[in-house]
């Protein structure tokens, strides 16, 4: 029964294969059919698996980015091995390279062509992705396995308009709380400003990124405002639906101000000194326990009360997703369906979870009793009936809405509260009256010249793609980068989208950055003479 059920699918995908020629001269047009060969999954028997004769048998040369954290690619090496021994006659030689999710895809969008093959990402890249032509969707079949194997949130999140983009990875992308159960109850861990008494008393810091328009929009979606923005076909932010600007901006502004303004209050949520609070998420999960120990708490944000109205702080809820590049070849575009399907079923997702503490969007994993017993990850399932998917957001809107937590720590009246909100909407209006040269314009922004990642420096053009800076006085260990159009969405550092340049010694320097006008880059400091 084995060998005929093996034949009868080998001659499905024989045909499957055949309808998809029209589309091999196309490197922009996702393959007909990439993702409907049923995958090997990990905890099914071995009717699934292929054939050896089948038409995917062959070697395929394939590209990856993956997390660059500590021993991902490995794991990733392990498990590709594994789809190997499972899918007999398939060969897969991996070049594996660690890109962190947030920068991928930046990346791939700047130059589709030389994309890798399979790439991981953040869920709110996944629209200029689309709007790239940078993805192959997956086939119905596949489609079909990733809506019932993963939970509805993730898959919305691999989703444009009701149509499947991506392989969802991870459930985990959100914030929730740590608390130190010796001084905060678990009734008085419903309360900011119990919290925050409770920090007082104890000289204990809360640790609270407000000044990361990140967590700073946690105030505002407490209080329902919004920020929902547009992106026409050609990648570009035509609008915004943002009501910050609002009375129920004032009123999270207020909220906000109260922890503000408290002494315990500290910006730094990637330390646990002196903490007896921390917001932050999953990738600390290690250092809570070690700071905490048997005390250790985690478990939603908290409510603060305003006008005798209580508001519980909301936030943003995202996912890691792995995407697969359109390709010619179908015969290559099916076995990439197929490696990603694997790559992101239960049983990989569970051994990721196991090494690196991800959560799993799949919703075996998520039922496995490893799983529920993490009380980081019952934390964050629990403020995510507070959360709010993070979709694509112009890359100014980092700089514009993350001092709204250094205005409400300065103000001294409801009237510097208003000022800071005014402020705020009139830089959302100056995005839309920016020109081209505007958004084509380099600047140097760092923690440099006294100021701390809030202002740009210009570079003037001479000659075609060389840009350089004023002389600036910098200062050994202060970091910048340069950046295009005030926003992040095309930078450089060490690299194309890449960590901070780093000032070796004191001195005034030029900020020179060479550019080919895609993803190579260099940034020499010239000194000044």
Same mark, same amino acid.
């Not at 944000?301 to 702080?313: A, I, K, M, N």
């Not at 380099?442 to 420096?457: N, Q, R």
């Given at each position: ?16 294969? /055949? ?63 594994? &789809? ?101 109850? *678990? ?31 946690? &105030? ?31 009123? /999270? ?92 079923? *239960? ?6 979870y196991e090494s690196f503490q991800w959560g799993p969007s799949n919703i075996n994993a998520q039922a496995s009793e490893a799983v529920q017993a993490n009380a980081s990850l019952a934390a964050l399932a629990k403020q995510n009936n ?21 205005? /409400? ?61 004023? /002389? ?19 930078? &450089? ?10 000032? *070796? ?25």
């Amino acid at each position: 029964m084995k060998k005929l059920f093996a034949l009868l699918l080998a001659l499905a995908m024989i045909l499957s294969l /055949a309808a998809c020629g029209g589309n091999t001269d196309d490197t922009q047009k996702p393959t007909d059919g990439t993702g409907d060969v049923t995958p090997t999954d990990n905890n099914t028997d071995d009717t699934n698996k292929p054939a050896d004769t089948n038409e995917l048998a062959g070697t395929y040369d394939i590209t990856m980015w993956v997390s660059e954290m500590d021993g991902v690619a490995a794991q990733f090496e392990t498990q590709i091995d594994a &789809f190997e021994a499972a899918n007999p006659g398939i060969v897969i030689n991996a070049a594996i390279e660690g890109v962190t999710e947030a920068d991928a895809g930046s990346k791939v969008v700047h130059d589709v062509a030389s994309a890798p093959d399979i790439y991981c990402f953040a869920q709110d890249q996944l629209a200029r992705l689309v709007q790239a032509a940078a993805l192959a969707q997956p086939g119905k079949g596949a489609a079909e396995t990733i809506k019932a194997n993963n939970d509805a949130g993730a898959v919305a999140a691999a989703s444009v308009a009701g149509e499947l983009y991506a392989y969802p990875m991870t459930s985990d992308n959100g914030y929730y709380m740590y608390y130190d159960t010796s001084i905060i109850s *678990e009734e008085d861990a419903e309360s900011l400003e119990a919290i925050i008494a409770a920090c007082e008393a104890n000289n204990v810091k809360f640790r609270y990124a407000l000044e990361n328009a990140w967590y700073t929009a946690s &105030f505002f979606f407490a209080t329902g405002c919004k920020s929902n923005w547009t992106m026409n076909a050609d990648g570009e932010f035509t609008s915004v639906d943002d009501d910050f600007n609002s009375a129920a901006g004032l009123a /999270a502004m207020k909220g906000m101000q109260k922890l503000a303004t408290s002494p315990c209050y500290d910006s730094n949520a990637d330390i646990f000194t002196d903490a007896g609070v921390v917001i932050t998420g999953i990738w600390n999960a290690g250092a809570a326990a070690e700071h905490f120990g048997e005390n250790l708490g985690a478990t939603d944000l908290p409510s603060f009360e305003v006008d005798g109205t209580s508001y519980h702080l909301g936030s943003y809820t995202g996912n890691k997703l792995m995407g697969v590049k359109p390709q010619n070849d179908p015969k290559k575009a099916a076995v990439l369906s197929l490696l990603a399907q694997y790559l992101t079923g *239960e049983e990989c997702q569970t051994q990721r979870y196991e090494s690196f503490q991800w959560g799993p969007s799949n919703i075996n994993a998520q039922a496995s009793e490893a799983v529920q017993a993490n009380a980081s990850l019952a934390a964050l399932a629990k403020q995510n009936n507070f959360g709010q998917p993070q979709g694509q957001i112009h890359g100014a809107w980092w700089d514009i809405a993350k001092v709204l937590g250094a205005d /409400a720590k300065a103000a001294t009246s409801d009237a510097d509260l208003q000022t800071a909100l005014d402020n705020y909407k009139a830089a959302i209006d100056a995005l839309f009256q920016m020109t081209d040269e505007q958004k084509n314009a380099w600047s140097v922004i760092g923690g440099i010249c006294g100021t701390s990642w809030d202002t740009d420096f210009p570079m003037t053009e001479d000659p075609a793609g060389t840009y350089t800076s004023e /002389a600036l006085e910098l200062k050994a260990g202060e970091e910048f980068k340069c950046r295009q159009g005030a926003a992040w969405d095309v930078n &450089f550092g060490v690299e194309f989208n890449g960590a901070n340049v780093v000032v *070796e010694a004191d001195g005034t320097y030029y900020v020179q950055l060479v550019w080919d006008g895609a993803q190579t880059g260099t940034i020499t400091l010239i000194p000044v003479e």
